[in-house]
C-alpha cells in the first residue's frame, strides 16, 4: 500500500451543498493530484498542486477548488453540488518530475461521494 | 485535446494464457506512461511504467512496450492467473503538465 490517505472514505450530501475531501501525500512527495472517477470510467484530472501552487487544471468549472498546505496535504473543495459529482474521488502524491518526465504518482484509497 | 484510447474494454482469458492490453495516445508531447490495476472497491495500483527514452519494460510476468512513431503502447501479462482479474487503466502524461490522462479501463477475467 502507498503511505497516502484521503478523508472521509464515504460521504453523503444533498445537492446545492457543499463538501471538503482530504488528502496526506506520501512522504517526501511535495506534489498531489486529485481526480474524478466515476463508476465505469477511467479517472479524470481536476487540478494538481505543486509546493502550494495550483499547477494545471483539467475540464472542471470553478466550484471545484483546492488549496495545498506547507506539509504537502491538499483540500479538494466543491461547491454547489450537482447530481453528476458523485464519484470516487482520488488524489494521488508525487514528486513532481524526475529527469524531466512527469514523476510516478501513487494514489490514495479515495472518498466516495453521493449527492443527493 | 488529449486523448488515450484503449482497447479492449472487456478480456476473458484461460488461466496460464497471456492478455495483452493496448493504448494509443493524441498527445506527440507524452512522455510517460503508467499502467494501473484497480480491484473493486480499491485504489489503482501502479504496476508497470515506461518513459518515452525506452521501448520495452518488463518485470516478471508483466512488460509493457511503447512506439513512439505510432503512438501506441501495449501491457503484457503471460501465465495469467485468477488474481490478475481486475480493471486495468492505461495513463499518458507529459512534463509540460504532469496530469495523467487515463483510458477508459480493460476489465480482465482470468477463469480458472
Known amino acids: 500500500e502507498t503511505g497516502v490517505t484521503q478523508s472521509p472514505t464515504h460521504l453523503i450530501k444533498t445537492r446545492g451543498q457543499q463538501v471538503t475531501l482530504r488528502c496526506s501525500s506520501q512522504s517526501g512527495h511535495n506534489t498531489v493530484s486529485w481526480y474524478q472517477q466515476a463508476l465505469g470510467q477511467g479517472p479524470q484530472f481536476i487540478f494538481q498542486y505543486y509546493r502550494e501552487e495550483e499547477n494545471g487544471r483539467g475540464n472542471f468549472p470553478p466550484r471545484f477548488s483546492g488549496l495545498q498546505f506547507p506539509n504537502y496535504s491538499s483540500e479538494l473543495n466543491v461547491n454547489a453540488l450537482e447530481l453528476d459529482d458523485s464519484a470516487l474521488y482520488l488524489c494521488?502524491?508525487?514528486?513532481?518530475?524526475?529527469?524531466?518526465?512527469?514523476?510516478?504518482?501513487?494514489f490514495g484509497p479515495g472518498t466516495r461521494l453521493t449527492v443527493l | 485535446g488529449e486523448n488515450v484510447e484503449q482497447h479492449p474494454s472487456t478480456l476473458s482469458v484461460q488461466e496460464g494464457d497471456s492478455a495483452v492490453i493496448k493504448c494509443t495516445y493524441s498527445?506527440?508531447?507524452?512522455?510517460?506512461f503508467p499502467w494501473y490495476k484497480q480491484e473493486l472497491g480499491k485504489r489503482p495500483q501502479l504496476i508497470i511504467d515506461?518513459?518515452?527514452?525506452?521501448g520495452e519494460k518488463k518485470d516478471q510476468r508483466i512488460a509493457v512496450t511503447l512506439n513512439k512513431t505510432a503512438k501506441h503502447f501495449s501491457l503484457h501479462i503471460t501465465e495469467t492467473q485468477p488474481e490478475d482479474s481486475a480493471v486495468y487503466f492505461c495513463?499518458?502524461?507529459?512534463?509540460?503538465?504532469?496530469?495523467?490522462?487515463f483510458g477508459q479501463g480493460t476489465t480482465l477475467q482470468v477463469k480458472p
Open positions: 498527445d506527440s508531447a507524452s512522455n510517460y
Open positions: 495513463a499518458a502524461s507529459s512534463s509540460n503538465t504532469g496530469k495523467l490522462i
Open positions: 494521488a502524491s508525487s514528486t513532481g518530475l524526475s529527469g524531466g518526465m512527469a514523476d510516478t504518482q501513487y
Open positions: 515506461i518513459r518515452s527514452n525506452v
